[in-house]
């Protein structure tokens, strides 16, 4: 059974588009995250939830807007989406907060 | 700021080979260190290290914490192809509003040739 799941997989769409991933967990953690990994494969967190309330939201344009309609699921939507949201995202969860299950990965590509 | 810069950024080695990746950090509330290691999709935990000096080990992967020098390396011996990875290091800070976040280095690229 997947741990952490994504969809989708891959997303290729055109500048000024609105997009959403999805994410669920079926650990029965507390903490949700969305992260985005760039070309230098830098990891960096953009936000977590915690029990459906937001915990952590970095510095991230207000054109990325995550949902979390119950603990296992965190869904992330991106308007008017730019070159720069080009990007591998990452949800993870966690019931320790130091340690991560990562989901697959979206490969996002913005044309 | 929290800080975690790891080197070297790549290394390709032939299968056999010891490698060392070395991660230094800087943080105002040092609460642990992780190491994960990315293959083509999500990076998967390897170690969590809080104190120093104590060696934590898995097969051919080991690491260590020196909390004084502020870094952690990550010991992979007999390498073997399928150690080629992105190997990431991660600080997790105990206090503030950076508590719960994890600050991820670069990675280090390995790549093991048969």
């Known amino acids: 059974d997947t741990a952490v799941s994504q969809t989708p997989k891959y997303l290729v769409t055109q500048m000024g588009n609105d997009k959403s991933i999805k994410c669920e967990q079926n650990l029965g953690h507390d903490t949700m995250y969305w992260y985005k990994q760039d070309s230098k494969k830098f990891l960096k967190i953009m936000f977590s939830y915690n029990n459906k309330e937001l915990i952590i939201n970095e510095t991230v344009p207000n054109r990325f807007s995550p949902k979390s309609p119950d603990k296992a699921h965190l869904n992330l939507h991106i308007n008017s989406l730019e070159l720069g949201d080009s990007a591998v995202y990452f949800c993870?969860?966690?019931?320790?907060?130091?340690?991560?299950?990562f989901g697959p990965g979206t490969r996002l590509t913005v044309t | 700021e929290d800080k975690v810069v790891q080197s070297p950024l790549s290394l390709v080695v032939h299968e056999g080979d010891t490698v060392t990746l070395n991660c230094s950090y800087e943080v105002t509330n040092f609460r642990s260190l992780l190491w994960y290691k990315q293959e083509k999709k999500a990076p998967t935990f390897l170690f969590m290290l809080?104190?120093?000096?104590i060696e934590k080990k898995s097969g051919r992967l080991s690491s260590i914490l020196d909390k004084k020098e502020l870094f952690s390396i990550l010991n992979i011996t007999a390498t073997q192809t399928g150690d080629s990875a992105i190997y990431l290091c991660a600080l997790a800070n105990a206090g503030g509003t950076s508590y719960g976040k994890l600050t991820f280095g670069q990675g280090t690229i390995l790549t093991v040739h048969p």
């Open positions: 993870a969860s966690s019931q320790d907060d130091r340690f991560r299950y």
């Open positions: 809080t104190s120093s000096g």
